[in-house]
Structures are given as structure tokens and as C-alpha cells.
């Protein structure tokens, strides 16, 4: 069930369940809380989870024509304060990982550890900004066509098939993102600065990614766990672990949630 709160006279969609220590889930671009249902149900036996929906995706309305990632961590920092809770655990998914370090760089005391579940601390390169600015364009004129193009690549060809289902119910979520939402979303993640320093200072973290990533390069990050001293686990397939690697990334979790 989920609550709001007003932020900037925009409302922001989040649920609280579970009791014990807070965990903060953070869902990727195009995604909305709906996607940690499974994680959920798995953590919330002996923790506090909050899931948030950020802003211009899910129930979160936009705030701007641009949402950096700071944006959305103040509207995360919004719904804790409204909670009273002081500090968390954070595990972030894709962007929702850019937002979280965002957080941490901000308010480093509100954070007991961090997960970057197929993300990275670094920043976008010129290649990667040319290519979200063009997909902006591509947005006004064939957005529906864009989004579902952009979920089936998330996922290794090999498991296409096999997760039909799911991919089909990712795409209708998606869609539901307005274009203002996609465009600021997009826009902010292009104003990323590299937040190794940040993920450095952070005494509880994990990398998780995928080793066919598309989107997470596999030697950029395994060079970033290498220079921030992370811990980093490798699953067998995409972008999309949680349900890729469903199991695995659950278990990851409990382990590192503890």
C-alpha cells in the first residue's frame, strides 16, 4: 500500500513495510517500486524497507524538466525525514544506484551501507550523453515504440524468451512513465559527475552486476571495484539481475543486509 508525501508541490509515492533496520530500494530508469515486490517479500521478515518512487516515475509526479540525480536524492531524503528514519541501508538498481550515491554524497551520516545492484559510480560517457540526448529526441515523436525497445535490450538474448512474461509486464510499467518523466530522468543522469570518492567513504558496500551487462560495461566496473575497494559479485547474465539472476540476488541481499 502505498503512502505519499508533498515535495516541491509534487507528490511523491512511497511504502513503508517490515520491522527492524530501514533499507531503502531504489528502482532503475524507466522502472517503479513494483519491481522489488519479490525482494520485498524476502527482506521484510527482519527489516524496515521503504520504496520509494522516484520522481516523474511510477506515482511520483515531476518536480522539473530536469531531474538530477540530486533532485531525486533530496526527494529520497523528503520521504525519510517524513518517516523519521535516521539512517539506512541503500540498495539502488541502474540509476537508482546514481540516485543513492547522489544521497550519500549529501548526507554521508544517513547512510549505513550501499548495494549497486548493475550500476556504477562512475559517470556517463560522451558516447553514453550523445545517445541519451538523442533518445530525448526520439521520446517526442515515439515514445511507446522507444520504451519497449529500451526494456528488451536490457536482457541477454538468451533469457528473452524465457522471461516473456515478465519483460511484457516491465514494458507496461514503463509506458506508464510520462515523457516529461523519461526526458528529466534522462537529462539528469547525462549531469553525473564520477562518485568513486563518494562510494570510497561508504564503510558497507557491494557491487552486483551482470557479465553481459549492456549498459554496465564489464571491465569499466570491475576496474571501479579494483579502485574503491569494493566488493563485487558477478551474475551470469544482463542488466536485469533481479530477475535474470532472481534467486542469487536474493540471497546477495540477505547476506549483505545483515
Known amino acids: 500500500m502505498q503512502e505519499f508525501i508533498i515535495y516541491k508541490n509534487s507528490k511523491i509515492a512511497y511504502s513503508d513495510v517490515g520491522k527492524g533496520s530501514a533499507i ?5 530508469f524507466l522502472e517503479n517500486s513494483t519491481m522489488w515486490n ?3 517479500e524476502k527482506l521484510k521478515k527482519s527489516n524496515r524497507i521503504i520504496c520509494i ?16 540525480m540530486e533532485d531525486m536524492a533530496d526527494a529520497v531524503k523528503a520521504v525519510l525525514k517524513e518517516l523519521k528514519i535516521r539512517r539506512s541501508i541503500f540498495i539502488g ?10 544521497f550519500a554524497e549529501k548526507y554521508l551520516e544517513c547512510v549505513k551501507g550501499l548495494c549497486l545492484l548493475n550500476s556504477t559510480s562512475q559517470a556517463d560517457s560522451e ?7 538523442k533518445a530525448c529526441k ?22 528473452r524468451k524465457q522471461f516473456s512474461l515478465e519483460i511484457e509486464q516491465i514494458k507496461q510499467e514503463a509506458i506508464k512513465t510520462p515523457v516529461q518523466g523519461y526526458i528529466a530522468a534522462t537529462k539528469g543522469m547525462c549531469l553525473r559527475k564520477n562518485k568513486e570518492n563518494v562510494l570510497q567513504q561508504i564503510n558497507k558496500r557491494l557491487i552486483i ?35 535474470e539472476n532472481r534467486e542469487e540476488v536474493i540471497k546477495m541481499l540477505k547476506i549483505f543486509v545483515k
Open 24 to 28: 531503502v530500494l531504489l528502482h532503475g
Open 38 to 40: 519479490d525482494i520485498v
Open 53 to 68: 518512487d522516484l520522481l516523474g516515475h511510477g506515482n511520483s509526479e515531476c518536480i522539473g524538466y530536469v531531474h538530477s
Open 93 to 102: 538498481h541502474s540509476m537508482g544506484g546514481y540516485v543513492s550515491l547522489a
Open 127 to 133: 558516447e553514453r550523453k550523445e545517445l541519451r540526448l
Open 138 to 159: 526520439l521520446a517526442q515523436t515515439n515514445y511507446i515504440n522507444l520504451v519497449k525497445m529500451s526494456i528488451a535490450n536490457l536482457f541477454v538474448e538468451e533469457t
Open 209 to 243: 552486476n551482470g557479465k553481459k551487462d549492456s549498459v554496465i560495461d564489464i571491465k569499466s566496473i570491475t576496474n571501479e571495484a579494483e579502485n574503491t575497494n569494493t566488493p563485487i559479485e558477478f551474475l551470469s547474465n544482463g542488466h536485469m539481475s533481479y530477475i
